[in-house]
């Protein structure tokens, strides 16, 4: 079994009017299977109101199935007993840095998670070091958050995760908050902890060229998952992806364009080198 | 109706040990019926200086002239000059409050002391400019959608009749279609009315696509103030400054460095494929 599997997986919420009546019920995530093996880099994209996030807080037992199972690490998140367990091997980090950092000083934000688990004062301050050395903010520990970029307190949000040893971080939308730059910084540390750390790593977005490097890419709609495969099968797939409220990176729908003017482009282009050498091949 | 900004700065927690420079003499002329681009790192001054230009923020030096009047003169009517210069916050739907999407656009202009009858013609007439059909009209702003729910907050600020539209990153948190719906609509708005907007972004791709103006901020500084052809043109130092050309920019670059004697000068998809149509057919 990989790191995570989900089979089955249906959540429901129930609406009420003022009274506390129920209203009706929204299915916001329908009969999802999901397999990750253990050092995936997996990418989920959907339009705004898709299931995602909901999907993902089912993947450190934020929420739990209304039918179906979800095992993270062979655990099932329906028995209480493994919450905790769960937690500390799937960490999550959401859209806004500001509500998630909560130390004076950058190092004892990151100290906060291993602290809450009871590791040895001297281990918090080794993982600390690691953690942030992992996103490339050591130099900043003795910062206080508050005079951090919004990129640079969401790699300490990451560090803040990382630092508990997960073996999977799910990131629900991290960048959409942030400058083109601090966008950069946050991928690129996302990318170093899946090459070199080996963490499993769950990437939820809207930003279609943040989603080119990973492994997999599910696609979801309606609570369903209505497209995957590999990036360049799912942005092969340009006028699908629109009816999904979605895009594709620029690079590939400039291909795309071309490939209707009735040049030889090939689908699913990801990268400007790969754009090139196709235009390439046009001139012989 | 022109504003002019004349030398302005502001300091943060002046004559304290926390002072910050801001905006540092800045001064700028934004005429009738602009689509400009405001843009800039996170701490650049952007959301300062478009807090300067209705008044919400008081210039530590310099003077801001809206048609003319120092905005900070006695007598001034700065009430006035926030309906006519409407700013549209950061996920301006954490502002809805009331219980239905009609009442919560009227409650602008309610506040402009104007007869029912008006009030509820310009709440009208907003929502279909953002796109608002009319069955949503009596439903709950909080049962709307993340990009409805914006639109909602957009024509709460267009009920005002403002003459400049500021809307501080619209698209931010939105899927992509949601984000290019907004911003056709603006565009569209713009194009009808005749308004100046001004649109704070962090997206470099859309403001090369829509506007007619960049503005870029750095350090509290007008770093650029140009068309967007000749302010991407500068790709290097905005880069230097943690921003970009638009990624199709990098594109013909690259093109260009393989041997395709094609313009770099292209900021939009649309440019790009004309451009490079234009150079098989000239081979």
């Known amino acids: ?284 | 109706m022109p504003i002019i900004l004349d030398n302005v700065s502001h300091i943060y927690g002046e004559d304290t040990a926390m002072a910050v420079r801001a905006l540092d003499k800045i001064s700028l002329v934004i005429p009738d019926g602009q689509f400009i681009g405001l843009i800039g790192h996170t701490g650049s001054g952007k959301s300062t200086l478009v807090q300067h230009l209705n008044g919400l923020m008081k210039a530590t030096s310099g003077a801001v002239y809206f048609n003319g009047e120092d905005i900070d003169s006695e007598g001034f009517d700065k009430k006035k000059l926030r309906s006519k210069v409407g700013l549209v916050f950061q996920y301006p739907e954490h502002q809805l409050f009331e219980t239905d999407v009609f009442s919560d656009v009227c409650f602008g202009p309610k506040n402009l002391g104007l007869s029912k009858k008006e009030i509820e013609l310009r709440a009208y007439a907003a929502l279909k400019l953002v796109g608002m059909e009319d069955d949503y009209f009596y439903q709950s702003p909080f049962e709307l959608s993340g990009g409805q729910k914006r639109r909602v907050a957009i024509a709460g600020v267009l009920a005002m009749k403002p003459e400049v539209l500021i809307l501080d990153e619209p698209t931010a948190g939105l899927d992509p279609k949601g984000r290019d719906e907004i911003l056709d609509q603006i565009a569209k708005l713009k194009r009808e009315t005749g308004i100046t907007v001004i649109l704070v972004s962090h997206s470099m791709d859309d403001v090369a696509k829509y506007v007619d103006r960049i503005i870029v901020m750095n350090k509290g500084r007008v770093m650029y103030d140009d068309e967007p052809r000749e302010v991407f043109r500068q790709y290097q130092e905005l880069e230097a400054i943690g921003l970009a050309a638009p990624q199709v920019t990098y594109i013909m670059k690259e093109l260009r460095d393989h041997g395709f004697d094609v313009s770099d000068d292209v900021t939009t998809i649309e440019e790009a494929k004309q451009e490079i149509i234009a150079y098989f057919k000239e081979r």
Request: hydrophobic residues 40%; proline residues 4%.
């Open chain 1, 1 to 284: 079994m990989g790191i995570i599997k989900v089979r089955d997986l249906v959540y429901e919420y129930i609406r009420r009017d003022e009274e506390g009546n129920v209203e009706g019920i929204t299915t916001a995530v329908d009969d999802v299977d999901l397999d990750i093996e253990q050092g995936d880099f997996v990418a989920i994209l959907g339009h705004n109101g898709s299931g995602k996030s909901t999907l993902a807080k089912h993947l450190n037992a934020i929420l739990y199935p209304a039918e179906g199972t979800v095992w993270v690490d062979g655990k099932d998140t329906n028995e209480e007993k493994y919450v905790w367990d769960i937690r500390q091997t799937a960490g999550m980090v959401f859209q806004n840095p500001d509500n998630q950092i909560i130390g004076q000083i950058v190092e004892e934000d990151v100290g906060f998670g291993p602290e809450n688990m009871g590791v040895p004062t001297e281990e918090i301050w080794e993982r600390v070091e690691e953690s942030l050395k992992a996103v490339g903010m050591y130099s900043y520990r003795k910062f206080s958050p508050n005079k951090l970029s919004g990129g640079q307190k969401q790699r300490v949000s990451i560090a803040g995760v990382i630092a508990m040893h997960p073996k999977c971080i799910v990131l629900d939308e991290p960048t959409a908050m942030l400058d083109p730059k601090g966008r950069k910084e946050v991928i690129r540390a996302v990318r170093a902890l899946n090459d070199v750390e080996k963490i499993t790593v769950i990437l939820i977005t809207h930003y279609m060229e943040e989603v080119i490097y990973a492994d997999k890419v599910y696609v979801m709609d309606q609570g369903k998952i209505a497209l995957q495969g590999t990036p360049k099968e799912v942005f092969s797939q340009v006028e699908q992806l629109k009816e999904l409220r979605l895009d594709v990176p620029q690079v590939t729908l400039l291909a795309y364009e071309l490939e209707k003017e009735g040049f030889a482009m090939p689908k699913g282009v990801l990268t400007n080198r790969e754009f090139v050498e196709a235009l390439d091949q046009c001139t012989r």
